[in-house]
C-alpha cells in the first residue's frame, strides 16, 4: 500500500503562512462570493496534503486560510441584523451570556437569541443590549423574553480610533440595541454555566473584601473587570501591566501547576497509584485539566487560550514521547487557533500574545546555571518583553510605556507567583466565605500595596508616549531592530538594532505651509468636534459628547490629536455648554493645561475659560483666526450663544458655527460674512431645521458644508430640507455619519479640498 506524502514541513513556517492567509482577507475591501472561497479551499487542500515541493506546499497553507478566513467572514456579515428590522420593536427569546454590567441606573449585557423564534426572526449570534433606567438586574445563565429595538453594528470611525464593527464581527456581535417597555419583558428561568459560577465568585470576593479592595482580584481570577474605572486602566496602560489584568500566561501556569502539586502529593501518599498511572503523565494530564478549569473561569480570554493550547501541545508531545520545542509549540498554538477562529487577527491580543511569546523563544535562550545566570536571563528576558512590544502597542493603541519595564520587574513576579495563588486558593474555599477570607485578605493586602506603587509610577516621565500612527512595514521594520538588539552574543553590530526605530518615533511630518492649513471634522456621533492644524499650532474646537463610563474628549479627540501627530493644543474653544459639544471638553483641558480657552458659555464649563468676543483674533504663521459672535443676552438660548469662530487663510476659510440658528444667523452682518476666498463650513446645529437660513448661507456661500450628526439619530439630523438649501447655495455635502472623520486641506495657493473620508473609499469589509 502505497505511504501517503509526510507533511514534515516546519510548523513555524506553517504558522507564518497561516497568519498572511488570513491576514490577507481582512485587507480587503469585499469578500469573494462563497462558492470562490470554498473552490480555492478545494484546490488548496491536496496540495497542503501531497505536494512536495516546499514553496508550493507553503503556498497552498496560505490560499487555505485565506479561504478559510474569507468563510468566517462572510458568515459573520451574513448573520447581521436585516437591514429591514433595523428601528422596529421585536420580542426574542434567548439567555444572558457573559457577566452583565450596572452603569448607574442602566443595565448592559450580552443577548444570545435562540435560532427558532415564535416571531419568524431567525437571528444568529450575539445581541449587545442597554436597558435603560431598569430596576430589573439580569443575570448570567439566564433565559429572557424582550421586546428589543436593535440596529446593525456601526460606530464612530477616526484617526487613531477603534473600530466597532470589526469588533463586532470578531466577536459575533450581530445587532446592538435596546429594551422597550413592554408586559412581554419577563425572565423564564435560570440555569447552571460557568459565568453563572464566575459571577458567585465575584459577588463573594465583594461581601468578604468590599467592592473597592475586590476590584483588581475579581479580575486577576475570574477575569471580571466590571469593578476597575478609567483610573486603574489608566495606571496599568501607563505602567505596561494591562497584561496581568488580563489573565496571563503566567496566571494559567500557576494554575497548572497547582494541579501537578496536587497530583504529586496524591502519588505521595498512595504510592501503589504509580503502578498503574505513570505519575509524569498523570501530572501532566492533571495540570492540563486545572489550567483548562481556570481558563474556563476566567472566561477563556485569548491569551487564556494561546496558553491553554501551548500546555494541551506540550502535554501531547509527552505522551508521544517527544520533545516539544518552544517555537514548535508556540507555531502549533497559533495553527490550532486560526484554525478555530481565523478572525482572531482581527484582535490586538493575538498579535501581543503570540509575538510576546514569539519574541522570547527566539532570542532570550534557556539552561541558565546558577540563580545569578537566572537572574540575568530573567532581566533578559523582561527587557525583550519590553522593548519588542513597543513598536506593536504604538500601532494598535497609538502609545505606549517606556517604565514597563520597572513596572513589570516586581509586578509580573509579585502578582503570579504571591497574589494570584492566594487568590486561587481562595477560589477553592468560596463556598466557605470565612476560610476563603484569609488567603483573600492577604491577597488584597499584597496587590493594595502594589496598586499604589504602580500609581506612583503611571506618572513618571515617559510612561505615556504616544508618537503618530505609522504604517505597518515602520512597526515590521522596529520590531526586527528588537529582535537585533536581543539576537545571542556573538552577531555584529547589535546596537544598531536601535537605529530601526527612529522611523517609527520620530516620523517624517507634513505640516501645512504658512498661510496655509488643515482641519478635520472627527466623526464624534451626534456631537461636534474640529480639529485645526497651522504650520505650528493646533487648535480644538468642541470635543463631543459626553456619555456613560467615558466622553469623546478623550476616546475621540486626544487618540486622533495622538495619531495625527497634532499635540500640543494651543487653544480650546468650546462653542456652548451642551454636552454634544463640551462633554469631552475635560478631558482635552487636562491632557493641555496650557492651552488657551474660550467658550460662548464659560460659566457652564468645569474650568476657567473666556468668553468669545467679535474683538477676539489672533494670527498663527499666517493665518487669521476671529470670532464673529453676537454678543450674548440674558435669557438667550444656549445654543444661540454659540462661539462662530472663522479661520481664514490665503487659499481658503472655515466658519466653525456650533449650533446657532436661524435667529443668529438673521442677526449677522452679512459683510462681516462675506469673501472672496473659497468657504468650507460646518453645518449648524448639526444640519437641524431650524438653522442655515437661506439669506444666511447667499452671504457665507459655502462650496463644502459638512454636517457633524449620529448615525440614525433621533432627531433625524441632517433635515433634507437643510440640505436641499446648502446645495442651492453651490456646496458639497458631506456627513460624518457617512463618511466618517472627513480631513480638509487649505492650501496656500489654490481651493480647498477633501483630503479624506475615513469610511470612504470603504476599505475593509466589515464596514457598511
Known amino acids: 500500500m502505497p505511504r501517503l506524502p509526510s507533511l514534515t514541513f516546519s510548523l513555524p513556517s506553517a504558522a507564518v503562512a497561516a497568519v498572511l492567509g488570513c491576514v490577507a482577507v481582512q485587507r480587503l475591501a469585499a ?42 467572514g462572510d458568515r459573520g ?41 415564535a416571531s419568524g426572526v431567525r437571528l444568529r449570534g450575539k445581541v449587545r443590549v442597554t436597558w435603560y433606567r431598569t430596576f430589573e438586574s439580569p443575570g448570567p445563565c439566564e ?19 477603534g473600530d466597532t464593527e470589526r469588533t463586532a464581527l470578531l466577536h459575533d456581535v450581530i445587532a446592538t440595541g435596546h429594551v422597550r417597555e413592554s408586559p412581554e419583558n419577563r425572565r423564564l428561568e435560570t440555569f447552571r454555566c460557568a459565568d453563572g459560577w464566575r459571577d458567585a465568585i465575584a459577588r463573594t470576593f465583594d461581601e468578604v473584601l468590599g467592592a473597592r479592595d475586590a476590584r483588581v482580584l475579581k479580575a486577576l481570577t475570574v477575569g471580571d473587570t466590571r469593578g476597575l474605572d478609567a483610573k486603574d486602566w489608566d495606571i496599568a496602560r501607563a505602567t505596561g501591566t494591562s497584561h496581568l489584568i488580563a489573565i496571563s500566561g503566567f496566571h494559567v501556569g500557576v494554575a497548572a501547576g497547582g494541579g501537578v502539586l496536587a497530583l504529586r502529593l496524591l502519588y505521595l501518599a498512595c504510592p501503589w497509584l504509580a503502578v498503574r498511572v505513570p505519575r509524569q503523565l498523570a501530572q501532566s494530564v492533571a495540570g492540563l485539566a486545572v489550567a483548562a478549569a481556570y481558563g474556563v473561569l476566567a472566561g477563556l480570554g485569548l491569551p487564556t487560550v494561546r496558553s491553554l493550547l501551548m500546555a494541551a501541545a506540550l502535554v501531547l508531545a509527552g505522551m508521544a514521547r517527544r520533545r516539544g520545542r518552544g517555537a514548535h509549540l508556540l507555531a502549533l498554538a497559533a495553527v490550532a487557533m486560526l484554525a478555530a477562529d481565523p478572525l482572531a487577527v482581527l484582535s490586538a491580543g493575538f498579535w501581543l500574545s503570540f509575538a510576546g511569546v514569539g519574541f522570547l523563544t527566539l532570542c532570550v535562550s534557556g539552561g541558565a546555571v546558577g540563580w545569578r545566570a537566572r537572574v540575568a536571563a530573567a532581566l533578559r528576558a523582561q527587557a525583550a518583553m519590553s522593548v519588542a512590544l513597543l513598536p506593536l502597542s504604538f500601532y494598535l493603541f497609538g502609545s505606549a510605556s517606556l517604565v514597563a519595564f520597572a513596572a513589570n520587574l516586581v509586578a509580573a513576579p509579585w502578582v503570579s507567583m ?13 463556598a466557605w466565605p470565612s476560610l476563603a477570607a484569609v488567603p483573600w485578605k492577604i491577597a488584597a493586602w499584597a496587590m493594595d500595596w502594589q496598586w499604589r506603587w504602580l500609581d506612583i509610577m503611571a506618572e513618571w516621565p515617559g510612561s505615556r508616549v504616544s508618537p503618530p500612527v505609522s504604517s505597518p512595514w515602520l512597526v515590521v521594520a522596529a520590531t526586527l531592530g528588537a529582535a537585533w538588539l536581543f539576537v545571542p552574543r556573538g552577531v555584529p553590530l547589535r546596537a544598531y538594532g536601535a537605529l530601526l526605530f527612529l522611523p517609527l518615533i520620530w516620523p517624517s511630518r507634513d ?11 472627527l466623526d464624534v456621533g451626534q456631537g461636534l468636534a474640529v480639529l485645526v492644524r497651522t504650520h505650528s499650532h493646533t487648535l480644538v474646537y468642541d470635543t463631543g459628547p459626553g456619555y456613560a463610563g467615558g466622553d469623546a474628549g478623550a476616546g475621540i479627540v486626544l487618540p486622533s490629536l495622538q495619531a495625527l501627530g497634532l499635540g500640543p493644543v494651543d487653544a480650546l474653544v468650546v462653542s456652548h455648554g451642551d454636552n454634544d ?8 483641558a487636562a491632557r493641555y493645561p496650557k492651552a488657551r480657552r474660550w467658550s460662548g458659555e464659560p460659566e457652564r464649563l468645569p474650568f476657567p475659560s473666556q468668553a468669545c468676543v467679535r474683538e477676539t483674533a489672533w494670527r498663527w504663521d499666517g493665518v487669521t483666526f476671529r470670532f464673529e459672535t453676537l454678543e450674548a443676552a440674558r435669557g438667550r438660548k444656549a445654543n444661540e450663544r454659540s462661539c462662530i469662530l472663522v479661520v481664514e487663510g490665503s487659499g481658503g476659510r472655515l466658519v466653525l458655527t456650533g449650533d446657532i440658528g436661524q435667529a443668529s444667523e438673521r442677526r449677522m452682518e452679512a459683510g462681516s460674512l462675506a469673501s472672496v476666498l473659497p468657504t468650507v463650513t460646518t453645518m449648524a446645529h448639526h444640519g ?25 439619530n433621533r432627531f433625524g439630523h441632517p433635515h433634507p430640507d437643510v440640505l436641499a438649501r446648502h446645495r442651492r447655495a453651490g456646496a458639497d455635502v458631506r456627513i460624518t455619519a457617512d463618511s466618517g472623520a472627513i480631513a480638509v486641506d487649505f492650501p496656500a495657493e489654490g481651493e480647498p479640498s477633501v483630503m479624506r473620508e475615513w469610511r470612504r473609499p470603504r476599505d475593509r469589509y466589515w464596514r457598511e
Not at 77 to 86: F, G, H, Q, T
Not at 102 to 110: I, Q, Y
Not at 581 to 588: P, Q, S, Y
Open 31 to 72: 469578500l469573494p462570493p462563497w462558492p470562490m472561497s470554498f473552490l480555492l479551499a478545494a484546490c488548496a487542500l491536496p496540495l497542503v496534503i501531497f505536494a512536495r515541493c516546499s514553496w508550493l506546499r507553503h503556498a497552498a497553507t496560505v490560499g487555505l486560510f485565506a479561504a478559510w478566513a474569507a468563510g468566517h
Open 77 to 117: 456579515m451574513r448573520a447581521r441584523l436585516p437591514a429591514d428590522l433595523e428601528g422596529k420593536d421585536i420580542t426574542l427569546v434567548g439567555r444572558i451570556v457573559d457577566l452583565p454590567r450596572r452603569r448607574d441606573a442602566d443595565a448592559l449585557f450580552v443577548f444570545l437569541p435562540d435560532a427558532a423564534q
Open 143 to 161: 433565559r429572557w423574553t424582550l421586546s428589543l429595538r436593535m440596529r446593525r453594528p456601526r460606530g464612530t470611525v477616526n484617526p487613531g480610533g
Open 418 to 430: 504571591a497574589v494570584v495563588p492566594l487568590a486561587l486558593l481562595g477560589c477553592l474555599c468560596v
Open 511 to 521: 505640516d501645512p505651509g504658512p498661510g496655509g492649513f488643515r482641519a478635520w471634522v
Open 581 to 588: 459639544h463640551a462633554g469631552g471638553a475635560a478631558a482635552v
Open 688 to 712: 437641524s431645521r431650524y438653522s442655515s437660513d437661506s439669506r444666511w448661507l447667499e452671504a457665507v456661500r459655502p462650496s463644502l458644508s459638512i454636517a457633524s450628526a449620529g448615525w440614525r
